[in-house]
């Protein structure tokens, strides 16, 4: 089975600095998909980013990217230039690259960004 | 286009009484997914629906049960409520076509409280 780890229940940071959420995983597996989800107060997931385990390419969006290290399991996240609309639960996600199979999640990590 | 709709918004039972949450997939989306989040935890995965069938189930017990109608809505049903159950209740919705590339939209999520 399949865990995600999120060890860092909450952070801070102050607006404007750079903040980096980690995750690790476990799986077997070799073809799987690595996520990074945000739900604000809204309590809507909103997908923040995504990496594909078969590249080796760090995925970036905007202010977010990943530092994915694979033989590590290891995938953490960056985010730039902090805004407070960032202050939200960050979930670090893993899904299996076949079947119609679930999201497993983490236990998140609760980020608030400081004026 | 509508993105996943979820009702009731939150609500109160009492111990043994049932439940059941809806959930509107988003357009064009054929699978949809139900996930418990209980306080201060990650979702985790109940069960997913695709083609009207139950596919898969993760750790719940068979009080949990759901629907898939023929236009993709879900319904997520538990009998004999416990205190535990106590969580919000997320419906996610993709369209699978055979890969796990397309992404996961979510609802706000149902609050349920058990007293």
């Known amino acids: 089975a399949q865990t995600v780890t999120q060890s860092q229940p909450e952070m801070s940071v102050q607006e404007a600095e750079t903040v980096t959420l980690s995750c690790t995983y476990d799986t077997s597996e070799s073809n799987y998909y690595l996520f990074w989800y945000k739900q604000p107060p809204s309590r809507q997931m909103i997908l923040v980013i995504r990496?594909?385990?078969?590249?080796?390419q760090n995925a970036t969006e905007n202010r977010f990217s990943v530092n994915f290290q694979k033989a590590a399991k290891s995938f953490s996240l960056k985010i730039s230039d902090s805004q407070l609309g960032d202050t939200a639960m960050y979930f670090c996600a893993f899904m299996m690259g076949s079947g119609n199979t679930p999201l497993v999640f983490g236990k998140g990590t609760r980020l608030s960004v400081i004026a | 286009e509508t993105g996943v709709t979820q009702s009731p918004t939150h609500l109160i039972k009492t111990r043994g009484q049932q439940v059941t949450l809806r959930c509107s997939s988003q357009s064009g989306h054929n699978t949809v997914s139900w996930y418990q989040q209980a306080l201060g935890q990650g979702p985790q995965f109940i069960f997913p629906y695709y083609r009207e069938e139950e596919k898969g189930r993760g750790n719940f017990p068979p009080r949990f049960s759901g629907l898939q109608f023929p236009n993709y809505s879900s319904e997520l049903n538990v009998n004999a409520l416990e205190l535990d159950d106590s969580a919000l209740y997320l419906c996610a919705s993709r369209n699978w076509r055979g890969s796990n590339t397309g992404e996961l939209f979510f609802g706000e999520g149902s609050r349920l409280t058990v007293l």
């Open positions: 990496q594909e385990a078969y590249k080796q």
